[in-house]
């Protein structure tokens, strides 16, 4: 126990504040000190009676220490009850305030709403695409390696020749731990069900261990699936098995026909495995095909160019490191193999993280639209800022009050907390909402494969962005209403006098500054929304290069085991072209390896007679049968289109687009000019131009154009054949409807083999329409959250004007009574709204200039500083400022001058 005799001055801090410990060593001081004057008066001594009393009590220190142990508890517990009880009658006094101002209330909810659930929504899908991890082992471990070819242009790194993995796979151990390849193709599965075209990857045996990934059932490639003895395997995706064999379960072991050859099953990857990851990669696949490397790979060392050397790095190795090493290797692929590579031949080489290329298309529409999105956050949250402290500013003679009855800052502060957390418990749960189902329908709506195969979703992590966004937005709204009462005048507020009624200046200035804030905000958005728009309908202007209507086109993939050579190939393309020409109505047919802005685009390297550079340019090239250009409606611009006569045996010839002729031979006639594949001292023979036609837009509507050569397929290497035209795109122009015409197409193609899966059977519009969803989407997404900023900003400026003429009304009457015109009125109030919204402007222009820079990548045909969007979205929004500042200085004009004098 505490000694009774605490210094003197002990006692007069204890004055100061409860000090418990000191009050227990008291309370028991004074009970063994009673027991000991009983038991002296009851005739003991005083020795005795203290002998008796500690007898009685027993240890003291232990009974001090439970007493103190009681103590604690009992204060914890009252002090949890009191919070809880202070914030359950803060809660309930926040709730009877709000309810005493529905508009305002439903405003700010509605606001906080939209701002949460458009930001959860947008960050959801960014979160699945760019960061969530990939789903396989270590997956930040993984990369690609691809070359680059600088003979044959800037951009074409990416993918190796076949016959190069093996020395890149030399870097096992000090750069790589493990390393797979893979090429993608389409496959046909017959003899269950329909035929049906589906996404194939021929990989390597060590895919799935590269990946870190094991499949569901069965077991996934191994070497002895590698040797010419044995069967061909195949694993499929899940998707596919579960559509396809029904989730059979017996699956693995049976056999399937691939391709028209019998290959077993010999597992089934996870549901999450989902693989390559679309973009820049191609589709996810629904079959995984083992690719028997043989030396006949060698050979094609400098001609083909379609294989991913997918490697997983080795422990304590960076990107950096790797990046080096490979280059190396490349560097020396001529000298080690010069039997296969031209004396001037060279490589260079990178490393790319896996997810690096698979998003690389849809990062930086990700980022614009999340940077679009936080623009509406923050002024959803000035907005219900601007209205909280609107509001305080009307109790401020309750607070006033409060504080003079004793409130401290802390307890004001606390109040306010409670209803700012009632508004953002409301808002938040309806942007939760929101959030939901905007997820859903990005995912359902969304054009890009990532987002179809990644889902977004609001799951755990989201959400904790969101609770995290709700927390700060809580805390600020909580703050800053409450740093409002600190400078009002205590008996100005009391006395409610003229200076205090129009708000001060220091709470004008607030006001001002959360709409100019706004304004510019609103402005940056609408900026990069009218460079969207202007650029989109500048994508939409852009002609194809063909005529897309009254045009039907169909994919067809030949097996290679129903049809083994080019010639095989050749012959029934040709019986199918003649077959689909036999249908009513029918003008042209012909088939090409694939259709403009298709999945397939093939590139070669062309150089022209003549040319002195050391470097062959890298062209877009087709190979297509007679009347091709019939079929796609594109008019010859020089000489002749590709005919009949232009057969294996007749001189080789060539027609090139418009681009190719300008780049190749400037303002010259191209007829009659040479080209030749591979180079100029390639062993290829010379390709005589016999026609040039327009540019077609083969990438994509709103991609540049190529130089591009169209090559016979009558002259075409057998080779090429067999890799190009085994899976050809037919094109049929009619003068029919163009539904029956499909069906008729449909039926036509199955009497010549019932077995042949039919692939994109539509018209052709529909390819032009594709091309442009994604672009479509990103600017009706980018419109709406302009739209939505500038709804959200209409409402805060006026709100904020609306709320200074209420408290201008006796200055406005006092003008109006001595002498001032309701013209006058006008004049004044809309002055001040549009001088706010000048300088909000100019904030703005300044933001967007720096905010649209970073758009350049996805705009089209247009500067990032395009003046007629800049101008446009200055004007609309400058109008809708005035708007909103017109409204309610026209009803400061009908103010009554004696009523106003007198309220």
Not at 89 to 110: E, G, I, N, S
Not at 678 to 692: C, F, K, N, R, Y
Request: glycine share 8%; net charge neutral; aromatic share 8%.
């Amino acid at each position: 126990m505490t000694p009774a005799h605490d210094p003197t001055w002990h006692r007069y801090l204890r004055f100061w504040g409860h000090d418990a410990e000191r009050d227990l060593d008291d309370e028991l001081r004074f009970h063994f000190d009673a027991r000991v004057d009983e038991y002296v008066a009851a005739g003991l001594t005083h020795e005795a009676a203290l002998a008796e009393a500690t007898r009685r009590f027993g240890n003291l220190a232990r009974v001090r220490d439970q007493c103190a142990h009681i103590d604690s508890q009992w204060t914890r517990e009252r002090t949890m009850l009191d919070m809880l009880q202070t914030l359950t009658t803060d809660v309930r006094y926040a709730v009877r305030q709000l309810r005493r101002t529905p508009a305002l209330t439903a405003a700010a909810v509605l606001c906080f709403a939209l701002g949460i659930g458009a930001n959860t929504s947008i960050f959801s899908v960014v979160d699945a695409v760019l960061l969530r991890p990939l789903p396989f082992h270590e997956p930040n471990r993984l990369v690609l390696v691809g070359e680059k070819l600088p003979r044959f242009g800037p951009d074409n790194f990416g993918v190796i020749s076949r016959g190069e993995y093996s020395d890149y796979a030399k870097l096992v151990g000090r750069t790589f731990s493990r390393w797979a390849i893979y090429e993608i193709g389409a496959v046909s599965l017959t003899g269950d069900g329909e035929p049906e075209h589906v996404n194939g990857i021929r990989s390597s045996a060590a895919l799935f261990d590269v990946l870190g990934v094991w499949p569901r059932r069965g077991r996934g490639f191994t070497g002895s699936d590698t040797l010419g003895s044995s069967p061909d395997v195949a694993v499929l995706s899940d998707a596919l098995w579960r559509r396809r064999y029904r989730s059979d379960p017996s699956i693995v072991g049976k056999s399937i026909d691939i391709d028209g050859k019998p290959t077993t099953v010999v597992g089934v990857a996870p549901p999450s495995f989902q693989f390559p990851l679309g973009g820049d990669l191609g589709q996810p696949a629904d079959v995984f095909l083992l690719m028997r490397l043989t030396s006949a790979d060698d050979k094609q060392r400098a001609n083909s160019f379609n294989t991913f050397f997918l490697a997983r790095l080795a422990d304590g190795v960076r990107s950096g490191d790797a990046r080096a090493v490979v280059n190396e290797v490349a560097k020396g692929l001529a000298a080690a193999h010069p039997e296969y590579y031209p004396k001037d031949w060279s490589v260079l080489a990178d490393v790319f993280p896996l997810r690096d290329r698979a998003v690389k298309d849809v990062r930086g529409p990700l980022f614009i639209l999340l940077g679009a999105v936080g623009a509406v956050l923050l002024i959803a949250c000035i907005n219900v800022c601007s209205l909280l402290i609107a509001r305080v500013a009307d109790r401020r003679r309750e607070i006033a009050v409060r504080q003079a009855l004793g409130a401290s800052r802390g307890r004001l502060v606390q109040q306010f907390l409670a209803e700012s957390l009632v508004l953002v418990a409301m808002g938040g749960a309806l942007g939760l909402a929101f959030a939901v189902w905007g997820a859903r329908a990005l995912a359902a709506h969304a054009p890009h494969e990532l987002l179809e195969h990644y889902l977004p979703a609001a799951d755990a992590g989201v959400l904790a962005v969101t609770g995290a966004i709700v927390a700060l937005t809580t805390l600020a709204f909580s703050i800053v209403p409450a740093l409002v009462p600190e400078r009002e005048a205590l008996s100005a507020a009391l006395r409610d006098d003229s200076r205090s009624a129009t708000g001060g200046r220091s709470r004008r200035s607030a006001r001002q500054t959360l709409v100019v804030a706004e304004i510019a905000l609103a402005l940056m958005l609408a900026a990069v929304a009218g460079l969207m728009v202007r650029s989109f309908l500048r994508v939409r202007g852009v002609q194809p290069g063909f005529d897309a209507d009254h045009a039907v086109t169909v994919r067809v993939g030949l097996s290679p085991a129903h049809y083994p050579s080019a010639g095989h190939i050749i012959q029934f393309e040709q019986r199918i072209i003649e077959r689909l020409g036999e249908i009513p109505g029918v003008r042209a047919v012909s088939a090409t390896n694939d259709v403009p802005m298709g999945d397939t685009r093939v590139q070669f390297a062309l150089a022209h007679e003549g040319q002195p550079s050391a470097t062959t340019p890298i062209c877009a090239g087709e190979i297509v049968y007679p009347r091709y250009f019939d079929a796609m409606g594109m008019r010859m611009l020089d000489g002749r289109p590709i005919m009949t006569g232009d057969a294996a045996s007749a001189l080789k010839v060539v027609v090139v687009n418009a681009t190719l002729a300008r780049q190749f031979f400037g303002n010259g006639s191209a007829i009659g000019r040479r080209l030749k594949s591979g180079g100029l001292s390639a062993p290829t023979p010379w390709l005589t131009i016999v026609g040039v036609v327009p540019d077609v837009r083969e990438a994509g509507i709103d991609k540049p154009v190529l130089p591009e050569a169209f090559f016979p397929a009558l002259q075409t290497d057998t080779s090429l054949i067999q890799a190009l035209m085994r899976t050809a795109s037919y094109v049929v122009r009619t003068d029919a409807d163009v539904g029956q015409t499909m069906n008729e197409m449909r039926r036509a193609i199955h009497a010549l083999d019932p077995e042949l899966p039919l692939v994109g059977l539509q018209p052709l519009s529909n390819i032009v329409t594709i091309s442009l969803a994604e672009r479509t989407f990103n600017t009706l997404l980018l419109g709406a959250f302009a739209v939505l900023a500038l709804v959200l900003a209409a409402v805060g400026i006026y709100g904020l004007i609306a709320y200074a003429v209420v408290q201008r009304t006796r200055e406005i009457g006092i003008r109006l009574a001595i002498g001032a015109t309701p013209a006058n009125v006008l004049g004044l109030v809309v002055a001040d709204g549009a001088r706010l919204a000048a300088i909000g402007a100019a904030i703005g222009l300044v933001g967007a200039f720096a905010f649209t820079r970073v758009m350049r990548s996805v705009l089209f045909d247009i500067a990032p500083f395009d003046p007629i969007a800049i101008a446009g979205a200055s004007a609309v929004l400058l109008g809708v400022a005035v708007l909103a500042s017109w409204l309610p200085a026209r009803r400061a004009a009908r103010i009554d001058p004696l009523t106003a004098i007198r309220s």
